[in-house]
């Protein structure tokens, strides 16, 4: 069954950068097909995809934090790492990794499964 | 404001049957397949459908989606109390970029 964790600083201040690691058991993230996606949700709001990658590196970022963002990923540990700089107050969320089924040529993508998410707070 | 527009709350009483809407546009929805996923307080979301009516796994026949052009809607029959979330669409977009909805949160009356 796979599992994904995520793990990473539960506070962070303000310009700094905000760096969590996801790991993947119980499957690989050399997976074909298949990229790793990050999602956060601010308390008590919505939503909202931050990017996805996959093992061999190609990345989609979301346009609105595409100039702070930066996934990676690392095949020896099985991890996924995001990495967002110049954090504010706004980026105060829950972070979720997710397995992302990405095929943009038949036009057919999920989200699935996700871990249990990390709450990491901004500020000074 | 997202991109793909659902109401903010949705109702119902046991048993009944409740419907969901999800609008987007031509360049997400009217083009690429719709998911739906269900989250409860404090809990990460879950896939409840994909590719616009495919139920994963363990998830009740209840639950069924559709898509027409480009609109999308989630319908749950025979509504039960366990069924009190939250509820977003999401889709891919042309623009290389996935897309959600601001969520709907569901109440069993």
């Known amino acids: 069954q796979l599992q994904l964790q995520e793990s990473g600083p539960g506070l962070v201040k303000p310009s700094e950068t905000l760096s969590l690691t996801c790991t993947v058991s119980g499957g690989s993230i050399s997976s074909s097909n298949y990229y790793w996606g990050w999602i956060r949700q601010p308390p008590g709001k919505g939503l909202e995809w931050i990017g996805s990658i996959y093992y061999r590196g190609s990345t989609y970022y979301n346009p609105s934090l595409k100039s702070r963002v930066a996934i990676s990923a690392d095949t020896s540990k099985n991890q996924v790492s995001l990495k967002l700089s110049s954090a504010t107050a706004a980026d105060t969320a829950v972070y979720y990794c997710?397995?992302?089924?990405?095929?943009?040529?038949?036009?057919?993508?999920?989200?699935?499964?996700w871990g249990q998410g990390t709450l990491v707070t901004v500020s000074s | 404001q997202s991109v793909l527009t659902q109401p903010p709350s949705a109702s119902g009483t046991p048993g009944q049957r409740v419907t969901i809407s999800c609008s987007g546009s031509s360049s997400n929805i009217g083009s690429n397949t719709v998911n739906w996923y269900q989250q409860f307080p404090g809990t990460a979301p879950k896939l409840l459908i994909y590719?616009?009516?495919q139920r994963p796994s363990g998830v009740p026949d209840r639950f069924s989606g559709s898509k027409s052009g480009t609109s999308a809607s989630l319908a749950i029959s025979g509504l039960r109390s366990e069924d009190e979330a939250d509820y977003y669409c999401?889709?891919?977009?042309?623009?290389?970029?996935?897309?959600f909805g601001g969520g709907t949160k569901l109440t069993v009356l």
């Open positions: 999401a889709a891919w977009d042309d623009s290389l970029t996935e897309l």
């Open positions: 590719s616009n009516n």
């Open positions: 997710a397995r992302h089924l990405l095929s943009i040529v038949v036009a057919v993508d999920w989200l699935d499964p």
